[in-house]
């Protein structure tokens, strides 16, 4: 598919505009491992602009002062730029014409049925775990490295799309780019919790996304209790993470029912602690087992697991008296810190 210089100077403009927002370099100054990253972003505008000169105004005029804004500058592509800000593409608006036209119809089982499967399908396409996601929960800096780093990627491919003038008058953006990749790939490296974080997304996407289909249990599971929110790092130290993946996950080109219920408890942990969750849980399993006799889920197996497995480390996290996964800086992985129980008071001798 070809891009317009148009298209391309879009894609680099609002690259640039994420990659340098007040709060994401806000975050990045606090740790100070990302020094040299904050460096090389706040000379991505200089970079950028000062390669284009002036030759554009005289032969455009201002972009603010054009009453049609068809040529790309600055301040046409802020105002008018809507590809790479986030609009809805064409199949999102067709979903949402068609989610319409079944919410006109009279209430009847069937209209039910098809919102349901229209609910379920969203949530898979919108809801799932992603790998930034993941990270923003316990470690928002690096889910804002991960994101810089996707956008260096989106500026590369703009600009080298075609080896032209355009890629030419861009070299010294595209060097600083690289030198911004350079120091993505040292965090990357350095630091295990991204390890963490993706294996935990490829259990996660296994576990609930093996595919679509709005029927699943699993992923009636996921919606209803609203589990994408709790999928982070912390849960697991990295080398049980690599484990169950590499023994449990990887393995296997198709999860049963079961083992995609199983991977979610194990996941999840102490994320997934309540009785009701686990009510919740089992009547779906019900229904799935009537309905699906050759793909059962054996309830006993769920629940000595959710009682060995979830319900304990919940007991005992908000007890204090067990360990939770931290990750230290100094030995760079993650480590276990026992809390420690308030001592009993010694009862007095009665008089």
């Known amino acids: 598919m070809g ?12 690259s640039l505009w994420r990659m340098t927002q007040a709060d994401r370099l806000k975050r990045l100054r606090r740790t100070y491992d ?3 990253l904050v460096k090389l972003l706040e000379n991505l505008w200089p970079a950028f602009l000062g390669s284009s ?20 500058t600055l301040f046409s592509i802020a105002i008018c730029g809507n590809r790479s800000r986030g609009v809805k ?12 036209e079944v919410e006109a119809l009279p209430e009847s089982d069937e209209r ?35 994101a810089i780093y996707q956008d260096c990627e989106n500026i590369r491919y703009a600009l080298n799309r075609y080896r032209d003038d355009f890629a030419q008058q861009g070299e010294e953006l595209a060097s600083l780019v690289a030198n911004i990749l350079g120091a993505c790939f040292n965090i990357f490296t350095t630091d295990s919790r991204v390890r963490e974080a993706w294996y935990t997304h490829q259990i ?11 029927e699943d249990t699993v992923v009636k599971i996921w919606r209803q209790g609203g589990l994408h929110h709790s999928v982070g790092i912390g849960v697991h130290g990295l080398d ?23 991977a979610t408890l194990w996941l999840l942990k102490r994320r997934f602690h309540y009785e009701h969750q686990l009510k919740d849980m089992l ?50 992985q993650t480590v276990a810190r026992n809390w420690e129980q308030p001592k009993p008071k010694k009862k007095g001798k009665k008089k």
Not at 89 to 100: I, P, Y
Request: hydrophobic share 30%; glycine share 4%; aromatic share 8%.
């Open 3 to 14: 891009l317009s210089n148009e298209e391309r100077l879009e894609k680099i403009y609002f």
């Open 34 to 36: 990302y020094d040299e």
């Open 53 to 72: 000169g002036n030759g554009l105004f005289w032969l455009l005029g201002s972009g603010d002062t054009n009453e049609v804004m068809d040529k790309p």
């Open 89 to 100: 593409d064409s199949l999102e608006e067709m979903a949402e014409e068609r989610r319409k």
């Open 112 to 146: 039910k049925k098809q919102l349901e499967r229209m609910d379920l399908c969203d949530y898979q396409c919108n809801y799932h775990p992603e790998l930034e996601g993941i990270l923003r929960r316990n470690a928002p800096e690096l889910a804002d490295v991960y």
């Open 204 to 214: 996660a996407n296994r576990a609930v996304y093996q595919r679509i289909d709005p």
């Open 240 to 262: 049980e993470l690599h484990d169950y993946w590499a023994k449990k996950i990887q393995p296997k080109q198709k999860l049963s029912t079961e083992e995609r219920v199983l």
């Open 283 to 332: 009547k779906l399993l019900k229904q799935h087992n009537k309905q699906n006799p050759k793909d059962r889920v054996s309830l006993t197996k769920v629940e000595q697991m959710f009682r060995k497995h979830n319900a304990p480390a919940h007991e005992d996290y908000e007890g204090r008296s067990s360990s939770t996964v931290e990750y230290c800086r100094l030995a760079e």
